[in-house]
């Protein structure tokens, strides 16, 4: 496995509008869900903000404490950075004393460290296992799915979690070769996806892209914790404390557009954006990766239950 030669925190997407709509003021409580890279809790305690980072994988976990450690002016006691999986928000926040919070982060893409440095198979730019576990915890990887699953099976989990048009043809070309072959590794599966797309499609995006993103919400059963999630928000919030969702997928938006509407007429929220916020285009230019971001945000109302 490669050496990790990052030395500073990623750069996020939307990173000045995050820490605007969550209001980050110096000494108060803020969860970051999901630390990833570390570049938002990097910013909030630049803010003077106290944070409580989650990740559901361990290198990650690892790459920013190390980071951090490497910060002499960020203490130990204004951060904790723990592994857990943010489907058990309540329960880490409670362990860890930050169940009064004024700001809860969810950034729901990955971090460029990840997708370099995991050998997951998180990229289709390297010849990788086909594992895709955020968690090498879980019991299930990509491979189990793509080898396992019957063509209708595949063919929704496309269409799901993909949006991908030529869903039923990966399908079935998955199911075609794998009768020759085991697929187990990245290329495999990127030279099968390649080759199931139109020939006179545009191709603003690689082709394996839509593939590997639904794979990997499959396996790491992302929409599920997110809604289990974000339904443990509210008691954990301060008065006029914030929600800061980020997707990368229109099933991560409509989660949260879900919810913060739900909770809005329960009383609970007060939307903050009345449309996703999107990267500019200059931060598009300068990281692609941004391209697909929307940003949600809502208050907690003064009155909001506790329960």
Not at 154 to 179: E, M, S
Not at 271 to 285: A, C, D, R, Y
Request: hydrophobic share 35%.
């Amino acid at each position: 496995m490669e050496t990790p030669k990052q030395t500073d925190f990623h750069t996020p997407v939307l990173l000045e509008k995050v820490i605007s709509y969550l209001n980050v003021r110096p000494g108060r409580k803020y969860i970051d869900a999901t630390i990833g890279g570390g570049g938002h809790s990097s910013a909030i305690l630049n803010k003077g903000g106290i944070v409580l980072g989650i990740d559901m994988d361990p290198e990650s976990v690892n790459h920013v404490r190390q980071l951090l450690a490497a910060k002499s002016q960020t203490p130990i006691s204004k951060c904790q950075i723990i592994k857990g999986n943010f489907r058990n928000l309540g329960e880490i926040a409670r362990r860890h004393h930050f169940t009064q919070v004024d700001g809860i982060l969810f950034d729901l893409g990955m971090s460029t460290w990840q997708i370099k440095h995991s050998n997951r198979g998180f990229t289709f730019m390297k010849d990788e296992p086909l594992d895709m576990r955020m968690d090498p915890s879980l019991t299930v990887t990509a491979a189990d799915l793509v080898n396992g699953l019957t063509e209708k099976e595949l063919t929704k989990l496309f269409k799901t979690y993909g949006n991908d048009p030529n869903a039923q043809r990966i399908a079935h070309n998955i199911v075609c070769a794998r009768q020759l072959k085991a697929i187990k590794t990245t290329r495999q599966l990127a030279e099968i996806v390649k080759r199931s797309k139109r020939q006179t499609e545009k191709k603003k995006i690689h082709p394996a892209t839509l593939a590997f993103q639904a794979l990997r919400i499959a396996v790491n059963n992302e929409i599920n914790n997110l809604k289990t999630a974000l339904e443990q928000t509210i008691s954990l919030l301060n008065p006029k404390g914030r929600i800061v969702v980020i997707s990368f997928h229109s099933l991560e938006d409509k989660t949260a557009k879900h919810f913060f509407k739900q909770e809005t007429k329960r009383g609970n929220l007060k939307i903050l954006t009345k449309k996703p916020v999107q990267p500019s285009m200059q931060e598009i230019t300068d990281n692609p990766s941004a391209r697909s971001a929307r940003l949600r945000a809502a208050e907690k109302i003064n009155h909001a239950a506790e329960t």
